[in-house]
């Protein structure tokens, strides 16, 4: 079945530090890409998405880019800040039978130190 | 304004008691789901509706129950059945592929 892989946190970065979170997937179909954010004791919000090959989602800061030839949707971001500290949840949404379902990774929680 | 709307935010449960953590949604998406959430831990899903009247099992839907008997409501039970409930339960909805969630309530069994 469908599902998503990404990399272990934490992740631990200075202030202005570059941010590469990995996360690659498997889909049978030709899924929707998504990270989304949580932040403590909250709910998750979408980060952005992406909805075909070569598709460049982008929010806040935070890029990634939809690579089919590598099944990969990695988010980066140039200049991380503290209140970037969060979990983030790279996600795929592929048609099952009669509609969707969002298929979520692990989660990678991120601290940033001032 | 439009969203999820879970409450409550926190509940507390004894052992043997059966709870009904509620979900309301006015985004008129025809697709619900609930999820588990243990500490450090990614998301679980514990069934999903695709329309109402009509829902499925997720991957660990043991010791739990639904309803969609409205296309706004999607009331999740955590039954004396579910051995190890304590958890972050959080709801979502989504029209096609993109999913909105609620702020999720914190179970505890005391």
């Known amino acids: 079945g469908d599902s998503v892989t990404q990399m272990e946190g934490p992740v631990t970065l200075s202030e202005e530090a570059f941010l590469t979170i990995n996360c690659t997937y498997t889909a049978t179909g030709y899924p929707s890409l998504f990270w989304y954010v949580q932040y403590p004791g909250e709910g998750l919000q979408l980060l952005l998405k992406?909805?075909?090959?070569?598709d460049k989602g982008s929010n806040k800061g935070f890029e990634a880019t939809y690579r089919k030839e590598t099944t990969s949707f990695h988010l980066e971001k140039g200049s991380v800040q503290v209140s970037d500290s969060a979990v983030y949840f790279c996600?795929?949404?592929?048609?099952?039978?009669?509609?969707?379902?969002?298929?979520f990774g692990a989660g990678t929680r991120l601290f940033v130190k001032a | 304004d439009g969203g999820i709307t879970q409450s409550p935010k926190y509940l507390f449960r004894k052992e043997g008691q059966n709870v009904t953590l509620s979900c309301e949604q006015n985004l008129n998406h025809d697709a619900m789901y609930w999820y588990r959430q243990d500490p450090g831990q990614g998301l679980r899903l514990i069934y999903y509706?695709?329309?109402?009247?009509?829902?499925q099992k997720g991957d660990i839907a043991e010791g739990y129950s639904v309803s969609r008997e409205k296309k706004e409501s999607f009331p999740l039970t955590v039954t004396s059945a579910q051995k190890n409930p304590t958890a972050f339960y959080l709801c979502a909805s989504s029209m096609r592929t993109e999913a909105f969630f609620g702020q999720g309530t914190r179970l505890t069994v005391v």
């Open positions: 992406a909805t075909k090959a070569d």
């Open positions: 509706s695709q329309i109402v009247n009509d829902f």
């Open positions: 996600a795929l949404s592929d048609r099952n039978t009669g509609g969707f379902k969002t298929i």
